[in-house]
């Protein structure tokens, strides 16, 4: 029996057709929001946020901008972490309980358990951004007092809008990356993705710099291939100081974002319509 063995049937159509998908996204939701290390990772974001006061008391005039950097890098990167180990164990898990193979005996896709193991993982990841943007937000205006408030929360929740498109981006890549390869090599694969997407800029300086033609191309063309997880770092940047970036930016950065993550999950579910779970 292979992956597409559940395929819907010809009656069920509209709404039914998702029907498996949203089973499949709470179900996943439920499980991961349940799994303790999530907590540990949030409280280690609350100490690192508490600690930007004690490094911003040490910079006169610049406490609330430096909490601000220190409490978004956080969230930053323990949404990363979150969305890097849950999303690279979505299929291990179920082949391992050989739960999977009790989902394609059930009128149900690959595309709709991939898109239902996505979407129920992207909703645990903005639950832990909500949460963590809002103790961040909590302590800010502790640190700040009432003045400004409206202002400061409008742009953090630009800022948190972007962590969070950011985070939807390296969700699909490790949801793509387990379909086929081991937990292991799944986050090797994501980090090592996610990081090369933040220096990307230092591939271009460095074929500048170099005096070999080739290797100056071969750069420049691993650069465009590998998405480009530093623009969104950058617009982060010109929010933070108050710079707010044109709409055809960021309407430029949510398509570019939206279009990586539609193309990953096209890919995963083909590979999960491939393979064979008898």
Same mark, same amino acid.
């Given at each position: ?68 950097? !220190?409490? $978004? &890098? ?6 990363? @972490? ?6 690279? *164990?979505? %299929? ?100 090592? !993705?996610? $990081? &090369? ?6 591939? @271009? ?6 005096? *070999?033609? %080739? ?64």
């Amino acid at each position: 029996m292979t992956g597409n063995s559940g395929n819907i049937d010809g009656k069920q159509a509209g709404p039914k057709v998702f029907e498996p998908v949203w089973a499949i996204a709470l179900n996943t939701f439920r499980e991961t929001v349940r799994d303790r290390i999530l907590y540990a990772l949030i409280l280690f974001a609350a100490i690192v946020t508490v600690l930007g006061i004690v490094l911003g008391s040490l910079s006169v005039g610049q406490d609330i901008r430096i909490l601000k950097d !220190i409490g $978004l &890098a956080a969230i930053s990167f323990i949404g990363g @972490i979150i969305a890097v180990f849950a999303g690279t *164990n979505l %299929v291990y898990k179920e082949v391992e309980r050989r739960t999977i193979y009790l989902i394609f005996t059930k009128p149900v896709s690959g595309w709709q358990f991939v898109l239902g193991k996505y979407i129920g993982l992207c909703l645990c990841v903005a639950v832990m951004v909500a949460a963590m943007g809002a103790f961040l937000i909590f302590v800010i205006t502790a640190a700040s007092g009432s003045a400004g408030f409206a202002e400061q929360l409008r742009q953090m929740g630009q800022e948190l809008a972007l962590i969070y498109l950011e985070l939807l981006f390296v969700t699909a890549l490790a949801t793509f990356f387990s379909t086929f390869s081991t937990p292991v090599m799944s986050v090797l694969f994501t980090l090592a !993705i996610w $990081l &090369a997407g933040h220096l990307g800029d230092s591939l @271009i300086e460095l074929g500048k710099l170099t005096q *070999n033609p %080739v290797i100056s191309q071969f750069l420049s063309v691993i650069f465009y291939c590998l998405p480009d997880f530093a623009g969104l770092t950058r617009i982060r940047g010109h929010l933070l100081y108050g710079t707010v970036p044109g709409i055809e930016v960021l309407t430029y950065l949510v398509t570019y974002v939206f279009a990586y993550v539609l193309m990953l999950l096209v890919l995963a579910a083909i590979v999960t319509e491939r393979k064979e779970y008898t």
